[in-house]
């Protein structure tokens, strides 16, 4: 086994931990967006260490380059939508409480 299959391994498995963290991240937070957060953040790093590791098996070729596009894309794409989604139901938990507000009065 070669530098490159060993590095592969190194990064694949560092992905998987962290994908693995992010799980009990989920399920062991407390409130929503601490949940979102280890989700988020775990996700991210994850996806960037499994990409790593399939970049530098593949070598820099069009299959490389398709990895490195995907990674891009997933990478720009995951922490708006998880703060779209924080947005909403911060402003969805406002809503819900400004209509307590009224009943009561």
């Given at each position: 086994m070669g530098v490159?299959?060993?590095l592969t391994v190194i990064?694949?498995?560092a992905?998987?931990?962290a994908f693995l963290a992010a799980t009990a991240g989920v399920f062991r937070m407390k409130d929503f967006y601490c949940r979102m957060h280890a989700a988020g953040v775990c996700?991210?790093?994850g996806l960037l260490l499994c990409a790593a590791g399939l970049?530098?098996?593949e070598g820099f070729c069009i299959t490389g380059i398709k990895i490195f596009?995907?990674?891009?894309a997933v990478f720009l794409a995951s922490p708006i939508g998880t703060h779209i989604i924080c947005r909403a139901a911060y402003?969805?938990?406002q809503e819900a409480e400004r209509a307590e507000r009224k009943?009561?009065?």
């Open positions: 490159r299959e060993v990064f694949l498995s992905g998987f931990l996700e991210s790093a970049f530098i098996y596009l995907v990674l891009l402003k969805q938990s009943e009561n009065e």
